[in-house]
């Protein structure tokens, strides 16, 4: 590995010249290529992990949906309840990183997500699914989190691309495998497989972090977690989230309920950021790392990217299950384009950046490209040609690869060592956030306007065609299962859900632009070729001694 104080320029003290101190491997804190790659092999098999339990059920959501009698809320959360226990909990498990045994917490998350995934197999009620969801997103928002804090303690900034293809592989063969293996399964033994699924790749994950990943372990007496922040920003988000969720469907927009729950998700949120700033001895989102314009720009860009991104894409699936009338693998197939997409940008740019040291034009080219893949997705409808949809889902695609593993990558280019863990849970933990809220937000769009549909589309059926009553009466609640309908009737249920994707989409894109615009006003400093910034480094050195100096 490249050290980036080896055959450092010589410096004068007083009249004579003393070389500036030779930093160690060791000291520098890097590993050999061999070491990284078996310690990234446990690490990628968790990431597999935290992926797979979102992509695996995503296809499967309308029929588990149709099974427990559900609704569209119920479909929402059981998306949402899994993305704000990962959120709520990502910050605690990067302070955790920075004060803990890494390997432990790891394998600690795996345990959680595990038990999550077996209560949530055997549910019997959309009730206990979300709760279990939630167990899951415990495992998830530690796997999330800690992850990324552990490979940028192996392996420099510099250095990071040349292994941007193993991740970019797994996320790819998650995102493609997940949706496809949901499908198989939905279609031959059953949903509840779905959950069951990631339970062998969990505990071969444990087992090869436990033989493989060995990091210096970080101790500190004074170990203070600021529980009460946290308790306090997850209950605020908590609050927004159940607002932008139910609001417009059991309680109206304009209405004292949703006042009382505005206020008092404010109220909450200005509670934690106060305890944070003025009470907490070691915050859990430390406030001064916002001094840091990289970090600061950063974190808005995720928080719109996530809303974005989450946000939108997460209905396809359910369009082209309900829109275009395929089966649950066949909607799995269509993902392939996006992330054929976002594979190639991944790879290419890691492999470019590692080598040239420049990041921020792969960032900038990235939004442009996310932008553009969002707007032509805003065009679609029930009519639209597949083969369109999958280009604008592939320029998407290639949008995220050469955004989201670089917009950390500038984050953790900046920060300290020590501060590793807080400062990536900060950005991991408001894209989730972000992702959260667009899930929950876009998801009441999406339910608004297909119920609106629909009851237009009805009414005007049942004025022509009386007969269509009873089958119609059979359709209403929960997300219908179009296949079996009469064709007049599908038509309806295919064309509001066609157009709602297409409006989500529409309703996405300023968040899409909002993070272009934080991300050019990003500066680029040139990558560092160490594990550790300068001034970890030489903080470890000793002094030229007053000898040398004669």
Known sequence: MVNNYCGRQPRIVGNAVTQAPTISAEQNGQMTHREVLEALSGLLLAMFVAMLSST??????????DDLQGSQTGYTWVVVATMLAMTATTPIWGKFADLFDKKILVQSALVIFSIGSVV????PSMEVLISARVVQGLGVGGLTALVQVVIASMV????RGRYSGYIGAVFALATVSGPLVGGVLVDTVGWRWCFFAGLPVAALAFVVLQKTLRLPVVKRDDVSIDYLGAFLLVGGVSILLIWVSLGGQNFDWVSTTSALLVVGALAVIGAAIYVEANVAKDPVIPLRLFKDRTLTLATVASVLIGVAMFGSTVYLSLYFQRAKDMSPTEAGLMSICMVGGLLVSSITSGRIISATGVWKRWL??????VILGIGLLSTIDADTPLWH????????GLGLGATMQNLVLAVQNTIALSDMGAGSSVVAFFRSLGGSVGIAALGAVLSTQ????VKAGLTELLAAHPEYADAVSHSQG???????????LRAIFESAFGDATGHIFLVALPFAIGALIAVLFIKEVPLRTSVKRDDELMAEVSPVSPASQV
């Open 56 to 65: 695996i059920v995503s296809n499967a959501l309308p029929t588990i949906v």
């Open 120 to 123: 949530a197999g055997f549910a």
């Open 156 to 159: 420099s900034p510099r250095e």
């Open 364 to 369: 900038v080219a990235g939004m442009v490209a």
């Open 389 to 396: 949809t999958g280009i604008f889902m592939a320029v998407l």
């Open 450 to 453: 297909v119920a609106d549909s």
């Open 478 to 488: 929960g997300i219908p299962d179009v296949s079996g309908m009469p064709a007049p």
